[in-house]
């Protein structure tokens, strides 16, 4: 498990816009990633799905990945993610990543037409080829509109150097399962399905990539920590604690709940990038009761 | 939790059929049985879908049910499985199998034309008023063609006195969180997806519905003494061993690979009836790997 | 097409129940039948999914196949279903349904486990061996749980002698598509999706399985009439006019809403078999709206 | 149906790249909409998914839609691909759009968060309201990751005033029909599932919206006029004639085999944009024999 760059709570901050929508607020952004740090998060992961990457234009994710890999400075691993739909822009955004200071970047085979095997397999390649630092592949057919079989995800990681680790967001236990026997245990995987943080650390999960800590930083800590130590009684108790809040963010749409429950917390992000509406009245008083059962 | 009738591993025979699909062949069912508590089942479950249940006639059905209680002769407790199409014969097994001595039923809404949710209700109502034994709601939209939310089982269960447990059959963890949360932890439920078994006990089963003590008995139970003894890394250890024969076994039709794997350990338990057939040549290859593997 | 046994429309009686569940009742049923074909059905089909087979004990089966031929005394072919879950059971059925004089038999692989193909080609052979009528393969994973592929189809029918037809019911047309493009035009096929008739037609559908002649006999008629004399408009028509009454007794469960469409007719042919509940008032009263527009 | 702008043949062009993928060759997207045009295309849709609209950068979007309706010259109508996914870059290209000369815009619900009905309805209430041309509403789960209701789409285009048409692409007939019903007839609607078109004909589908042309212009216009007239027969045997080609341009994704096709007809149209990869040898074969047996 040497390759093992990341190791428990890996946090997406969402990405800030400044108002009526005029471009992403780098300040605001740099305050999100400090406080994730001095929370405890053990990386942080800016550009993904929750950090509304794929709304951005070329400009505006350049602004972004270069500002959050200075504002984590290398308190701990920063993975930024890279995805685009044409393989030439995910490449251009690599290298970027990695000029600016990235330890590794995040790759989602976003798609419009369905890609066949083949072309997902050099769409990575091209991808590793270009760069020097780790890549992680992440699966998320509810997003992507891809699904990648274990099988296929192994194969990746096998045959293409720098493609390391993956991040499952199937949210199907079966699929670490297939992982960790296709490889001998040796490809670390990362669950990016909240409401399955339980069983894929009890399946041996490295990690757990979340936007869950801008709303409950401790939480997330305390069930990576009974994990590792083997206490199942504590993390499933710790788990069910916090599953009401991690099921709300998923069925709400990261960007759009965890805006509004930094709102909630004092803290003014912003609101998500159109067509994504604001949580509305209804959805705030939810989230707010169960962040305030949570965080005191 | 008073409600908790069983706990642990819940072991399902196989139903022997004689030579020449002669009938249901009594005297191997009851060696069956024996060795199964042996072996240290905590609860016997004849008559399930690993039974074959759906395949016998009404005769045959009796006879089975009659022959397992009396084998099992309260060593452990008896869970008799009694679905059927109509509600009238499920509420004629029902009675059947209470006067015969079993502990509890199981009951699965088989459906040819996909029922309503008060028709599902109603059928469960029935067969809770005609017995005074506990209902144990088998939920597996793979063999019945029906899928229960969890809110729909919680009803039931809360609004029909004799139906006071759950077993999830559908592979999804996430019914086991719903049921969970929605019954404030109150309602025992058992897991009766194999590949699941980890991350079931990981949620909070209290106990597992299993086909494989036939074959590998001292592994389930491995499993379930990890678990409760709250040690998740030697839960997950015995896990990942014995996870490819529970990958086999459900891919390969439970009567099938059950029925092969007994023979290929010196038990002549025959073949399942037709339209099923035996297992083929290179899966009997695989299967005693496995087995031989876990065995010894 | 010299196989084609049966063209036009194929009508689905019902099977009535005394009161109190008490047993078939014969008598209406005959009565049924001579209605369905008074009103001009080109072939009846007793013993299908509307006729609840799969709800009947063998011995009711028995009764129900033996007066329907009776009944329909070579005026029109009968197509008995026969479908069970055990071969041998399915097999007992065919030579019956032979033997009264049925003129070709419709078999469905019902499953409880899933068969494989292998299991399902067998389970065709042997009954297909057992008799010297035709078979009409039956395709419906809505009810069966299993959803065989126009590949396999067209296997069986060219392989095994008397299985010359195929119903159709997964509502898909592309599957008709797919069987006539590899029947090279060769092999009838059956709509048995009520939604779907104009589509079919068009697509060169022999005939059209449907329960909808127990409400509104002209109707299909006008859709076959129009379609056979390639009058695209007219078929067109006449489809969208019926449209919303085949919409509403597929949604419902045709047992449950061709018996409340018979009772609202002036004909008594009582209710469905539990856990299969009559139609509730609301639908009543919707359906008798649409039975009124359609035959004034 | 006053508000039909387009019926009919609507056809799509691919967007051709120069040499070593350096940008977008107008030329050759000239000489391609010539032909188009000159074989009987009753309208032109760039920008499509066949365009790999979803593949450009804004100022290669731009470039395409502004040549394009200048190449067509009012000689048949032009309906613009606009979709983005952000709403103010897709009402920016909307504008854009009307101010080069489209009569029409197309606007697929591209999404990587699931949306909610009230952010697709506000998507296209944003659009409409930026233009005074009118627009087709496109529904194609399969590659936006958004599946539209029919109960929904009628509801945008009764309500938003500039949408007044529909492309259905999920290939489900049924939806037709609904829009059929729920719109009372007039809502015109529009084919985009190639295997589906006499059927859609058949239900009464407005026009085909289809790339097929790009490769046998005659046969799409000799079902949409036998299925004007009225005759059935006629459609069904064009239809089974051309459905092979149709079957396999659907699998292998539009850009990448109509650009094979176009090579293979002797028109350089280039490749696509990777991670999109040529048609491979054998696919290549396959589809010259598909063209050559049409096209003689």
Chains 1, 2, 3, 4 share one sequence.
Not at 170 to 175: A, Y
Not at 276 to 281: A, E, G, I, K
Request: a negative charge; glycine letters at 8%.
């Amino acid at each position: 498990m040497s390759k093992t760059l990341f190791k428990g709570i890996i946090s997406y901050p969402i990405t800030p816009f400044l108002a009526e929508d005029n471009g992403v607020d780098i300040k605001t952004l740099g305050q999100l990633i400090d406080r994730l740090i001095q929370d405890g998060s053990h990386a942080i992961a800016p550009l993904g799905s929750t950090g509304e990457s794929a709304y951005l234009n070329d400009e505006e994710w350049s602004t972004v990945a270069e500002a959050s890999v200075k504002q984590v400075a290398k308190r701990v691993p920063t993975v930024v993610g890279i995805s685009d739909l044409t393989t030439q822009n995910a490449v251009r955004r690599a290298k970027f990543a990695e000029k600016v200071g990235a330890d590794a970047v995040m790759v989602l085979p976003i798609s419009y037409w369905k890609l066949t095997e083949r072309e997902i397999f050099q769409h990575y390649a091209a991808i590793s080829e270009a760069i020097g630092i780790p890549v992680m592949l992440y699966n998320n057919p509810a997003t992507s509109g891809l699904d990648l079989s274990p099988e296929l995800i192994v194969r990746i990681i096998k045959e293409i150097d720098n493609v390391t680790m993956v991040k499952e967001s199937s949210g199907d236990i079966q699929r670490m399962h297939r992982i960790f026997q296709l490889s001998n245990e040796e490809i670390p995987f990362y669950n990016g399905s909240n409401p399955l943080a339980l069983e894929a650390f009890a399946a041996g999960a490295a990690g757990w990539c979340t936007a869950a800590p801008n709303l409950i930083p401790a939480w997330p800590l305390k069930l990576y920590e009974a994990s590792l130590a083997g206490d199942l009684k504590q993390a499933r108790e710790v788990f069910y604690k916090q599953l009401p809040l991690l099921q709300f963010i998923l069925k709400g749409g990261l960007p759009t709940t965890i805006k509004a429950g930094l709102q909630l917390r004092g803290f003014d992000a912003g609101v998500p990038r159109k067509p994504l509406l604001p949580l509305d009245s209804a959805g705030q008083n939810e989230l707010a009761a169960l962040i305030k059962q949570l965080n005191g």
